[in-house]
């Protein structure tokens, strides 16, 4: 099991960038696939982007394709996920989460969540 904090969020205008990390700890980090997920204001909570254990695959919703890129160092046990070319409609408070299926995090199939770093994108 690896625990997992969200950071780098904060107060952009729209077409700026952010770069989000989430730091995890244990010794097993390099054997999950992780994901980003995001929650607005009187909405469901949305897949992100995703990547593979080695980082070798990765998948994005389509409201981001272009825009956003997920990445990882297994040295580090952190992911990041870059935004560019930020949009209002992206803000939200956005999460991270791990399976050792990346079936599991393309679903957002989990029972728990942690508590996720806001992003407000300003018109």
């Known amino acids: 099991q690896v625990q997992l904090v969200e950071s780098g969020g904060g107060l952009v205008q729209a077409g700026g960038s952010l770069r989000l990390s989430c730091a995890a700890s244990?010794?097993?980090?390099?054997?999950?696939?992780m994901g980003w997920f995001r929650q607005a204001p009187g909405k469901e909570r949305e897949f992100v982007a995703a990547?593979?254990?080695?980082?070798?695959?990765?998948y994005y919703a389509d409201s981001v394709k272009g825009r956003f890129t997920i990445s990882r160092d297994n040295a580090k046990n952190t992911m990041y996920l870059q935004m560019n070319s930020l949009k209002p409609e992206d803000t939200a408070v956005y999460y991270c989460?791990?399976?050792?299926?990346?079936?599991?995090?393309?679903?957002?199939?989990?029972?728990?969540w942690g508590q996720g770093t806001q992003v407000t994108v300003s018109s």
């Open positions: 989460n791990a399976d050792r299926s990346l079936g599991v995090v393309r679903r957002a199939d989990f029972g728990s």
């Open positions: 244990g010794r097993t980090f390099s054997s999950y696939a």
């Open positions: 990547i593979s254990w080695s980082g070798t695959s990765t």
